[in-house]
């Protein structure tokens, strides 16, 4: 480890727009998809689905919008 191991700030973050994640998803807000999720997804506000987006695992939303 070298000896700058802090973190960049979030703004600094940029991943790519789309791949394939394992992680179970929990959020208040909105939620927008742009890949593939194996796990749960609980979004008490909108989850938006890109085209070709897909979600492995169980669905709890507000609302749904397929884009």
Known sequence: IGANTAKPP?????????G???INID???DLLIYG?????????GTLHSAKGSIVRGN???KNIIRH
């Open 10 to 18: 979030i703004e600094l973050w940029d991943p790519p727009l789309s």
């Open 20 to 22: 394939n994640i394992d």
């Open 27 to 29: 959020v208040n807000g």
């Open 36 to 44: 593939e999720v194996n796990g749960d997804v609980n979004c008490r």
């Open 59 to 61: 669905i709890s939303s």
